[in-house]
């Protein structure tokens, strides 16, 4: 049985072009700095965010993880958005690589409470208090059901922390999302931040990578941080070859993902148990209403029910997420939009 498999945009396949470009890939040691394919990536995606360099790793969670190290120093605080990635998925790695605290405030469409944020904000004079060298903020927001953050408040937060000495990191993994649903520049959404991550490997398809936007000071660090972490890679142009072709072929086609995902949305949205909002761009958040059926976890519920009938999804305590990628066309939407209203309906005793 064929699954249509919304669990998350990372589970695209390379397509025959992109494996094409990969093993034409002009490739050398990049730990000697000697790929030319990796170096074409570094700079064509730090000139699309308008950043002086940038540093390609195997993963978002390096790019962050990097971010932090770059930023911080053992004992600092991190101030960001309660259900961000770096707080949630990343292993635990910001205590325990950079000796740093996070702390979040949280909020529905993956904004920072700019009073809370400015109460929380210290100096690396006081004393007392944890200095808060670095804010850090995700657009789009993952946990937020991709949510566009405004432009503007990523200016007032970059605003604020500026005017306590402290800096803004950005988690792009999908600022290409936000691109092309708000129609800003990937430079303009980047230019608040001093650092910005971005991943090849969600929307964009690819198989593996991820770069860090930063100005040029911060990239010799960058790359011996990189090399004690275990992220430098040699022939490593043939996954940048996949980048570049991401960036050619499928940026502007994200908007074929958000048209899909609102078409999920409204098929949803129909079925009287459901409580949804319109999403902004490819992830589709919905809940089912207390005392559903399917509603519970385990093998009972919508997740384990679907799958078993062909639609992959994921979600925890009746709030599910379902993700729209390159892989995911018209047919396997309508299949995966009968399948889950019906799922749904038909199981709605109330
Ligand atoms: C918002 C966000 N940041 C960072 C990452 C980390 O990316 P990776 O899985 O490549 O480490 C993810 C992964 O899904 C993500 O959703």
Redesign the pocket.
Known sequence: MKIVDLR?D?VTRPGAAMRAAMAAAEVGDDVFGDDPSVQRLEARVAALLGKEASIFVP????A?QLALKLQTRPGDTVLCHARC?VLW?EAGAAPVLSGVQLQGTDSDDGTLDLAILRGRLRSAEDGANPPTPLVML?NTH?HCGGRVVPQAHVRAVAAAAAAAGAALHL?G??LWNAHVQSGLSLAELAAPATTV?V?L??GLGAPVG?LLCMPRPLWLAARRLRRMLGGSMRQAGMLAAAGLHALDHHVERLAEDHHRAKVLAAALAAVPCVAISPPETNIVRFGLLAGHPLAADGPTGLQARALAAGVALTGTGGTFRAVLHLDVDDDSLAHACDLLTDLIATNDQR
């Open positions: 998350s990372t993963s978002g969670t390096m962050n990635h998925h995700e993952n988690d993994a999908r991550s991943c490997s969600k991820s």
